[in-house]
């Protein structure tokens, strides 16, 4: 899951890197709401960070220009000033949750967690499917209860493929979700990807559908067992 945070503290923006990354997500950066506006409106982001006393143009008005443009990924607002009237102020611009900060960062995780699953239609923090789960709190798999042992970037297209089980993802889609901006994109890496996680998790979770993507699925035996 690709992430964008925009904080113009740069301390607080490189600490929000490094966790965010060691959760297993892609992340972006943007010191200023100008930058941050741009990297919103121009990638596919899965959520946003989103820091409302910005430089240039301040989090409420880079807000609801993504709105207004129907931006409709979840944002989550950061603010310093505990004012009940700048965050009514933020989720009348569209915010899905906030922060005062400072904050702890494993609550920040566990709301950022709590977002991504909203938008992707699940309740839990473990997503299932059959026998195969997914503990997006710990950035984890297994499989019959076994942990898998996955690099990070196999992670990032498992987890992306749980939270949109059943549908196809197309290769492109994937290779935006999954890596950071700066990094080297090339999609012939997510069939890489894919034939590790299949040796993992079993051939028969992935589907191939031709000219089109991917789509994970509960094998046929463990889906009559569930039945």
């Known amino acids: 899951m690709r992430i964008l945070v925009v904080e113009d503290d740069s301390d607080l923006r490189r600490q929000l890197a490094d966790v965010l990354g060691q959760s297993g997500y892609a992340v972006d950066l943007a010191a200023d709401g100008e930058d941050g506006h ?16 910005l430089p240039k143009m301040d989090g409420v008005s880079v807000l609801k220009k ?28 569209g915010a899905d949750d906030y922060l005062t900060k400072p904050f702890i960062t494993e609550e920040l995780l566990a709301r950022l967690r709590a977002l991504l699953r909203r938008a992707a239609g699940h309740s839990a923090a473990t997503l299932e499917a059959g026998k195969l789960m997914v503990d997006t709190r710990a950035a984890r798999a297994m499989v019959n209860g076994e942990p898998v042992k996955l690099t990070a970037h196999e992670y990032r297209v498992l987890s992306y493929l749980m939270h949109h089980q059943g549908r196809v993802v197309p290769r492109t889609e994937l290779v935006e979700h999954i890596y950071d901006q700066d990094f080297d994109r090339d999609s012939n890496t997510i069939e890489v990807f894919i034939g590790r996680l299949r040796r993992k998790i079993g051939q028969e979770r992935i589907q191939t559908e031709r000219g089109l993507g991917y789509r994970l699925v509960v094998p046929e035996n463990e889906a009559r067992m569930a039945g």
């Open 38 to 53: 741009f990297l919103g409106d121009t990638e596919p982001y899965d959520a946003v960070i989103l820091d409302l006393g």
């Open 66 to 93: 993504w709105r207004a443009d129907g931006k409709s990924f979840p944002v989550l607002i950061l603010t310093a000033r505990d004012s009940w009237s700048e965050k009514v102020a933020g989720f009348d611009a």
